[in-house]
């Protein structure tokens, strides 16, 4: 069992709804990332969460730590807004390194 | 600042060659380190580095060599190519364990 699962693999939304993306974690972490990946493109990291709740544009990230869980809304979704969103994890017990979900393709149709 | 830097995008290779994938960062970040995407794997590390001269392996060290002889810089060797190493390769940099990381472009890099 991955120590990152992500929910769902996949999702197509139409053009402005709202998007929610899940992320579940087994271990204690330092730090959770949020990171985009466009269709044959490069990685951009999106946020850096250890607890609360970050915003930023049309995109939210949360993080319940007690839980071991996180989630990604995007709202006001846009056609631009397609790629694969993906969740990392760093712990400690793993010496720092970051630990990858499997990932998430967003499809969002005009 | 260019960020992290990657060279080259793109390579075909055949089995048995050698080859240098090179990474470098212009935000005198320490932590450095690179993965290898595989559709429905994710990203796995290969090697990482938490500073200069120091080098450390990760889940997937074999048939890759790194160094780290300066801050900026962190080649990844491929020793002897395979088609097993058909594969997008990232690399990526952050200033601590605790702060954002940052990723090159990519390079894909096929094995024939």
């Known amino acids: 069992k991955n120590e990152v699962e992500q929910s769902p693999q996949n999702l197509t939304a139409q053009e402005g709804e709202f998007i929610t993306i899940n992320c579940s974690y087994s271990v204690g972490i330092s730090a959770l990332h949020w990171l985009q990946q466009h269709p044959g493109g490069g990685i951009v990291s999106l946020f850096m969460?250890?607890?609360g709740k970050k915003k930023h544009g049309r995109l939210i990230a949360t993080i319940n730590i007690q839980e071991k869980h996180s989630s990604l809304h995007i709202t006001a979704s846009h056609p631009r807004d397609s790629a694969v969103y993906i969740c990392a994890v760093r712990s400690r017990a793993a010496g720092n390194k970051l630990t990858f979900g499997g990932g998430t393709r967003v499809l969002v149709k005009p | 600042n260019a960020g992290v830097t990657q060279t080259p995008k793109f390579q075909v290779l055949k089995t048995g060659q050698s080859m240098t994938l090179q990474c470098a960062q212009d935000?005198?970040?320490?932590?450095m380190s690179w993965y290898r995407q595989d559709p429905g794997m994710g990203l796995r590390l290969i090697h990482y580095s938490v500073g200069a001269g120091i080098t450390d392996q990760g889940e997937v060290p074999n048939g890759y060599n790194v160094s780290r002889s300066t801050t900026e810089d962190f080649p990844l060797r491929l020793l002897s190519a395979a088609p097993s190493q058909t594969s997008v390769y990232f690399c990526?940099?952050?200033?601590?364990?605790?702060?954002?990381?940052?990723f090159g472009q990519g390079t894909r890099l096929t094995v024939v």
């Open positions: 969460l250890s607890s």
């Open positions: 990526a940099s952050s200033y601590s364990a605790y702060t954002e990381a940052f």
């Open positions: 935000m005198n970040h320490e932590y």
